[in-house]
């Protein structure tokens, strides 16, 4: 069970710099998330979608963009990278429902130079 | 808005003790879950329990409990018999029903369990 998958694991970026962080997950979620995780802190939301092609902004959207083309896969683009966005980044997908767990991603741990 | 606090930032126990850890929440709805993960040096987000506002009785599984008090908006985890390898980060999240469904979560509680 693949379940959700993110790549890369890890990537340093100079200033500046552009990339595309990949999430694919396999359990036919419609939700899917985008967090964001700083040394010591919680999980702050930066994007989510409820569906193929309906995305929307989290508590911390600012130098992110997202897209929702299919129902798997859920890609997180950083613009012009900056040191304030050097963290782990996690993807996470669910069903609906209150009672439905948010299942994670391995992560990538991103450095901004 | 929905908030959750974990107000314990480190807490430390002794193997083959019960530890609680704290977690208030803050939502004006009248539906919504409310979910403990743990969080091991290893970096992956692992789900441990589930507890819905309807709920009437305090959910369990394994060594880990869920005391859930809703006039005091509190969801605190309570893991019996602590093992070293309970040693990691816990994090407490509420998920909202108002539509979108997402998951909010506080700041996490880092636990270490002596021998």
């Known amino acids: 069970n693949a379940g959700v998958t993110q790549t890369p694991k890890f990537r340093i970026l100079k200033i500046g710099q552009s990339m595309t962080l990949q999430c694919a997950q396999d359990?036919?979620?419609?939700?899917m998330y985008w967090y964001r995780q700083d040394p010591g802190m919680g999980l702050k939301l930066i994007y989510y979608s409820v569906g193929a092609g309906i995305t929307d902004k989290g508590e911390v959207p600012n130098g992110y963009n997202v897209s929702r083309s299919t129902t798997e896969d859920f890609p997180l683009r950083l613009e012009l990278a900056a040191p304030s966005q050097t963290s782990v980044y996690f993807c996470?997908?669910?069903?609906?429902?209150?009672?439905?767990?948010?299942?994670f991603g391995q992560g990538t741990r991103l450095t901004v130079v | 808005a929905q908030k959750i606090t974990q107000t314990q930032p480190g807490m430390f126990v002794q193997e083959k003790e019960a530890v609680t850890l704290d977690c208030t929440y803050d939502t004006s709805d009248q539906s919504y879950g409310l979910f403990w993960y743990k969080q091991p040096s290893s970096g992956e987000m692992i789900f441990l329990i589930y507890q819905g506002s309807y709920d009437e009785q305090n959910a369990t599984e394994g060594r880990y409990s869920l005391n859930f008090q809703k006039a005091r908006k509190s969801a605190n985890l309570v893991i019996s018999a602590s093992q070293l390898g309970d040693s990691a980060m816990y994090f407490c999240a509420m998920r909202e029903t108002s539509g979108t469904y997402k998951y909010i979560f506080g700041t996490g509680t880092r636990l270490k369990v002596l021998a």
């Open positions: 359990m036919n979620h419609n939700y």
């Open positions: 996470a997908s669910s069903t609906g429902g209150m009672n439905t767990e948010a299942f």
